[in-house]
C-alpha cells in the first residue's frame, strides 16, 4: 500500500524579513509540512538558525514543523526544540551522540522521532533503527547548503530502506530533502519515498501553490505509469 504524499516546503529557501507572509504561503499552497534546517556550523559548514525559529513559526503556523537537526550533538538540544513547538525532530545517524538513547528521549517527550543519513553512509547502518523511529530521512545532496543537485544514487537506499520497511511491517516514513522538484519528485516517489522536502523549487514560485501543485501532478504521473 503507497503511503500519502507529503510534500514540507523547507524555510531555509525563505524570505526571512516577511517569515509571517512565507509561512502564509505554506499554508496557502496546499503543502503538508514546514520543513526546519537547523545547522550548527560544526556538523555542516554552515549556520541557520535555532529553537526561536521553531518558536516563532509554532505562533505562525498550525502545520506540522518538521524539524531536521544537522547538529553535532543532537541530543543537547532535541528537548528545547520539542519544547519550542517541533513534531517531528530528525537526528543524523553520524552525529556524535548515542543515536538510540537519543530517538527514545524524543519519542518519551511525546514527538515524533526520525534518523538521517548522509549521502555516503550505508542505509544498513540505519535499518537496525527502523523500529524506534517514525521517519528517515534520505539526504539527495551533501548537507549544509540549499541550491544543490540531487544526487539520483541515494535512490537505492531509499528502494532498500521501504523493502525493509514493509518486509518487516513498519510505520516509518521515507523523506527526501535536497534537489527536490518536477523532475526528481517523481523518480524518488517511485523509489519509495513518501515525503518530499523542497525549498528553493517551491520557495523561488511567484505563486507557490503551483509549484506543490506540479511535485504533485509529477508524482501522480509516475504512479499511474506503474
Not at 519519542?107 to 537496525?128: F, H, Q, S, W, Y
Request: hydrophobic content about 45%.
Amino acid at each position: 500500500m503507497q503511503r500519502p504524499l507529503i510534500i514540507a516546503p523547507s524555510v531555509l529557501a525563505a524570505d526571512y524579513s516577511c517569515l509571517g507572509a512565507e509561512v502564509k504561503r505554506v499554508e496557502s499552497s496546499g503543502a503538508d509540512w514546514v520543513h526546519v534546517d537547523v545547522m550548527d556550523g560544526h556538523f555542516v559548514p554552515n549556520i541557520s538558525f535555532g529553537m526561536e525559529m521553531v518558536w516563532m513559526l509554532r505562533r505562525q503556523t498550525g502545520l506540522p514543523l518538521d524539524v531536521h537537526l544537522m547538529i553535532e550533538q543532537p541530543d543537547r538540544y532535541a528537548r528545547n526544540f520539542i519544547e519550542a513547538g517541533a513534531d517531528i525532530v530528525t537526528v543524523h545517524l553520524e552525529a556524535q551522540h548515542n543515536v538510540l538513547k537519543t530517538l527514545r528521549m524524543i519519542r518519551d517527550m511525546g514527538c515524533k522521532a526520525g534518523l538521517a543519513i548522509n549521502p555516503l553512509t550505508l542505509v544498513e547502518n540505519a535499518l537496525p533503527l527502523l523500529s524506534h523511529i517514525d521517519l528517515l530521512l534520505c539526504m539527495t545532496v551533501n548537507p549544509g547548503f540549499g541550491g544543490q543537485t540531487f544526487i539520483i544514487e541515494v535512490l537505492d537506499k531509499v528502494r532498500a530502506a521501504r523493502k525493509y520497511i514493509r518486509d518487516h511491517n513498519l510505520d516509518v516514513e521515507i523523506e527526501v530533502d535536497g534537489g527536490i522538484h518536477a523532475d526528481t519528485a517523481g523518480p524518488s516517489v517511485a523509489a519509495g519515498a513518501n515525503v518530499l522536502v523542497a525549498g528553493s523549487f517551491l520557495f523561488k514560485q511567484p505563486d507557490m501553490k503551483t509549484g506543490v501543485d506540479r511535485l504533485r501532478q509529477r508524482v501522480a504521473e509516475v504512479s499511474s505509469a506503474g
